[in-house]
């Protein structure tokens, strides 16, 4: 199965509002990044959260990393309708393996 | 798209023909990976290589091949398409802490 599940898997809100989306995964990792894709388009990268790290800010992404939980959120504030897409998470495993695993995404619409 | 193209970007075949796709990076990136993505299982690692003639499986690799005669050139075949692998492909290159995607590919095996 998955590594991560994005909770919810749609999320609807108003330009301007906050949104927020939740990771969950399985095994210990080294990192964790979250992508973004409009439609039709390929996976862009947004921010990375190592291990050993709590909270990360970008611009009006926050996002925040619980290990002992194995959870991760992302948080986009004051939303725009151009954030319009979906986002995933992803982890890359402790131990060195040149790969990360994707989770299932959640699918955001930011009303005008 | 990071200097990645994917050919072709639209394929329509049928059951039990061969398809080959073609992932071209200018970035002079070591990994390369080949990814699925269907709806409901988000993004599925099919093969990915660590250098030229180095490959490895990935999660859902069963029915698929790879090969990298050259770093910049990463082919994904179906030896034989069925139904179950209608899907949108994508390639990516990276390492661990960041991945950069190119296009994808619409591929419809009816």
């Known amino acids: 199965s998955q590594q991560g599940e994005e909770d919810p898997q749609a999320l609807s809100i108003q330009e301007g509002e906050n949104a927020t989306m939740n990771c969950s995964y399985k095994t210990s990792i080294n990192n964790l990044q979250w992508y973004r894709q409009n439609s039709g388009r390929g996976l862009v990268h947004l921010i990375l959260?190592?291990?050993?790290?709590r909270e990360k800010h970008s611009g009006r992404l926050r996002v925040t990393l619980d290990t002992s939980k194995k959870s991760s959120s992302l948080l986009i504030t004051a939303s725009r309708a151009a954030d319009t897409a979906s986002y995933f998470c992803?982890?890359?495993?402790?131990?060195?393996?040149?790969?990360?695993?994707f989770g299932t995404g959640t699918k955001l619409q930011v009303i005008p | 798209d990071a200097g990645i193209t994917q050919s072709p970007r639209h394929k329509v075949t049928e059951t039990g023909t061969p398809v080959t796709l073609r992932c071209h990076q200018t970035e002079n990136h070591r990994y390369m990976y080949w990814y699925r993505q269907d709806p409901g299982h988000g993004l599925r690692l099919i093969h990915y290589s660590y250098g030229v003639k180095d490959t490895d499986k990935g999660e859902v690799s069963d029915g698929y091949s790879v090969s990298r005669s050259k770093t910049e050139d990463f082919l994904l075949t179906l030896e034989s398409a069925t139904s179950s692998q209608t899907s949108v492909y994508f390639c990516a290159i990276g390492e661990l802490h960041e991945q950069f995607f190119g296009p994808g590919t619409r591929l419809t095996v009816l």
């Open positions: 992803a982890t890359a495993a402790e131990g060195g393996y040149q790969k990360v695993t």
């Open positions: 959260i190592r291990s050993n790290e």
